[in-house]
């Protein structure tokens, strides 16, 4: 009998380790992609080193490839639709024009969205102008170049009718809907509102007018909606409407609006299920628009007319993930219950949605050490710049970066100048080359607006005494 091994081990700490979606453990190896090193195959790293970091990278060739999708997604189910760009998503002029180039007309809710549509090249006759703060001067010029403009209230309505009669001209127009479609909750702050009889009021007003005709009905029904049959009752309760103003009035309506709100891929913050599990496919929201439609307007045909245009407004779900936000980790901390903290050059004054989205967040190359739950922070002296609060990432170093998506949608927009300069933006070509498409701010650029009064144009007096 050999003789037994009386050696002891050293003790070690027994240790419980979550089992994490997305990193190896016993049950299999990682299925995703958990770095990502290039957009469209331009590196990230030769991005950062030409243009700066952070930086938000826009993919011409997913932007087109998004709204040909959502384009053929629609047009293959009805016979009539019209694609409007929401400006108010993203409304930098490459973005724009590309989509514009794709065929999509402009949707603007503002004096300047409209102003920065004419001057990209799009013609008066194809912009939906949406809102409910249109002044005279705004709304003359867009009556004077035959923009399509939605009716918000009754004030707008009058004032509408005072320019057309001051110019003795008939002014086709639109009416913005509000209304209960069982399943989001009713925009009720912006239009008309059907269950009340006020949107009907409305038309009575407008029909009682020498110089309006009533040719639209727009309504949107919110954002990030989630359930196709939203659009299915949207479409239905509005068909209705429809019926009920060309059955009372002289009026045919030309088209429908039905807004946006078309989700993307993002992963809303309360929501624990993954994208892929609750957001439709733009298929399933075609399907049950166009569904509906075919079904509400069959009457058209009988009548010898064509189908209403069915106008959308998308945005999110074309330019979401047509963007990303590559950053710097700045420095490592550790919080004091433990977890690991880094701190990123960008913040929430740039990625506004990290407010509500858990992005993903991926490094730039494959990092070495054991992933543990990490707070992403950004550098504002503010307590809320957190842009995640919990993702499961390795070690990381001073220099490293991550990439943040999907960020095409708001950030450009809604984004704030605070503490920090806001960066460049480029957009990478499908021929590879790469574009800036908005310069990086920096102090001459921030106070090109300011005005000093001569008396301050000092800051301390010249006799100043000695300490």
């Excluded at 194809?126 to 809102?131: E, L, V």
Aim: proline share 5%.
């Amino acid at each position: 009998m050999s003789e037994k091994n009386t050696t002891k081990k050293a003790w070690v700490k027994p240790e419980i380790t979550p089992l994490r979606n997305g990193l190896a453990n016993k049950f299999g190896s990682v299925r995703n992609v958990n770095w990502c090193d290039s957009i469209d195959d331009v590196p990230f790293d030769k991005l950062i080193r030409s243009y700066g970091s952070p930086l938000f990278v826009a993919s011409e060739q997913k932007l087109r490839s998004n709204i040909k999708r959502i384009k053929n997604a629609f047009s293959s189910r009805y016979p009539r639709i019209q694609m409007a760009w929401s400006y108010k998503t993203n409304y930098l002029g490459a973005i724009c024009n590309v989509l514009h180039q794709e065929d999509a007309w402009a949707e603007v809710v503002s004096r300047f969205e409209y102003e920065k549509a004419r001057k990209l090249g799009v013609p008066g006759q194809c912009i939906f102008f949406n809102g409910p703060n249109k002044s005279r001067e705004i709304l003359e010029r867009a009556i004077d170049e035959n923009a399509r403009i939605h009716i918000d209230h009754l004030d707008e309505l009058y004032l509408i009718e005072d320019i057309a009669a001051s110019r003795n001209k008939e002014v086709n127009i639109g009416i913005r809907l509000n209304f209960d479609t069982g399943y989001t909750e009713p925009w009720s702050r912006f239009g008309f509102n059907i269950e009340s009889g006020q949107a009907m009021d409305a038309v009575w007003r407008i029909s009682s007018s020498t110089h309006l005709k009533l040719v639209g009905l727009h309504s949107h029904i919110g954002t990030f909606v989630l359930e196709p049959r939203a659009y299915s009752s949207q479409v239905s309760i509005m068909c209705a409407f429809l019926r009920e103003v060309e059955g009372k009035t002289s009026f045919k309506i030309d088209y429908i609006d039905i807004g946006g709100g078309f989700a993307s891929f993002n992963a809303l913050q309360g929501i624990y299920l993954p994208p892929e599990q609750v957001v439709p496919s733009i298929e399933q929201y075609a399907e049950a628009i166009c569904e509906t439609l075919l079904e509400e307007t069959h009457d058209h045909l009988s009548q010898g007319r064509n189908r209403p245009l069915l106008v959308l407004e998308s945005g999110r779900a074309i330019v979401d993930d047509a963007e990303v936000l590559v950053t710097t980790v700045v420095a490592n901390k550790r919080l004091p219950d433990g977890r690991r903290a880094v701190v990123l050059d960008a913040g929430v004054n740039l990625l506004f949605t990290a407010y509500w989205y858990n992005h993903v967040v991926r490094p730039t190359k494959p990092l070495d050490g054991k992933p543990e739950e990490t707070v992403l922070y950004g550098p504002l002296c503010m307590n809320i710049d957190v842009m995640r609060n919990s993702v499961i990432l390795p070690p990381l170093s001073v220099g490293d970066q991550l990439v943040f998506s999907s960020v095409g949608a708001y950030n450009n927009t809604q984004w704030q100048q605070f503490i920090e300069y806001r960066p460049n933006v480029v957009m990478v070509h499908n021929n590879g080359g790469v574009s800036v498409i908005r310069t990086a701010e920096n102090l001459e650029t921030m106070t090109a607006h300011e005005k000093l009064p001569e008396h301050l144009s000092r800051p301390f007096p010249d006799d100043q005494p000695e300490k």
